[in-house]
């Protein structure tokens, strides 16, 4: 049997798709704060996007040449990475201001890192990848750090939780081998099931059911967030992490926090420190310029242990 394809979608650099859908997700992050916040229920917002990504997939569906564990698993990491992180996440605001919660997401790259060397057991990671991720996160503090509330530790924790979530997501998807991209788009509908399914939950125990009618400008928001901020968005990077190393996948998480504080800077006018974040962009790119050189630790999961293709 064949190996799997290394190739993303038109043949597009794995990096330029991360460096895209870090923009997307980046503007997309600020639709959120200025027309959902404070107006749609947090819950139901998130059931409501990941649902219409799992209709916008469904279409290209075809299971039939998948084993069903691999199915399976693709519904649980879906569960986990986009669910779950998002249960806790929107939990900790009852703890965390906005800028608190920014600063203790700063963790995911070191959490990337962590669950792929000790817990995924992939092999002894080169001391430039933690080296990196330790750069990335002192790059987004300089951003991002404000002071932290004296309640804070709840929130840290929950904080703790969806950065976990989050993190275990991407690394399991990655070493998950389901093909091709084009194989990987048959498929990725049960992603966004795992993710339903979850938020579906998160509705149901925690959603306001007394919350006011969503507006046509709202549901504009949610559809675009839906299709696509998560069905491109999470497609195109979960195919794109898997021609990358881990180094890279960690540190380019934490690239959303500069790339988002510009666009909402370019599109809402709103104040930036300029010298905090050049400094901090600065450190975030140093990171993901340091997982990249050397031939030796820049190859790919899949190309570690070649997978058939499915």
């Known amino acids: 049997m064949p190996e799997m394809s290394n190739k993303t979608p038109f043949n597009i650099p794995a990096m330029a798709i991360l460096w895209l859908v870090t923009f997307i997700w980046a503007f997309s992050f600020s639709l959120i704060g200025v027309y959902l916040s404070g107006h749609v229920d947090s819950y139901l917002a998130v059931f409501i996007r990941v649902f219409i990504a799992l209709l916008v997939l469904l279409p290209v569906f075809r299971p039939r040449t998948f084993a069903l564990r691999k199915l399976l698993a693709l519904v649980v990491i879906g569960g986990i990475q986009v669910g779950a992180t998002y249960l806790f996440l929107y939990n900790a605001f009852s703890y965390l201001s906005v800028p ?32 990196a991720a330790g750069i990335a996160v002192l790059g ?43 194989q990987q788009s048959q498929v990725f509908a049960c992603f966004f099931l795992g993710a339903s399914l979850v938020s579906g939950l998160g509705v149901v125990l925690f959603g306001d059911w007394h919350i006011k009618a969503i507006e046509l ?12 901020a998560s069905a491109f968005g999470y497609l195109a990077w979960s195919m794109a992490i898997k021609q990358v190393n881990t180094g890279q996948v960690a540190t380019m998480n934490n690239m959303l926090i500069p790339v988002g504080i510009l666009v909402n800077f370019l599109f809402w006018n709103s104040d930036i420190e300029w010298l905090r974040l050049l400094i901090g962009a600065g450190l975030i790119i140093l990171s993901v310029w340091l997982c990249s050189q050397s031939k030796a630790i820049n190859r790919p999961m899949s190309q570690d242990k070649p997978h058939a293709s499915i």
């Open 100 to 131: 608190e919660v920014l600063l203790f997401t700063i963790f995911t790259p070191l959490w990337i890192t962590v669950i792929d060397e000790f817990i995924l057991g992939r092999r002894r990671l080169p001391l430039r990848w933690w080296l």
């Open 140 to 182: 987004a503090a300089v951003i991002r750090y404000d002071g932290i509330n004296q309640g804070a530790l709840m929130g840290f924790i929950l904080i703790q939780g969806a950065n976990l979530c989050f993190a275990i997501g991407q690394v399991a998807y990655k070493r998950l081998p389901l093909g091709d991209v084009k």
């Open 217 to 228: 400008t709202q549901w504009s928001v949610l559809i675009w967030l839906g299709v696509g």
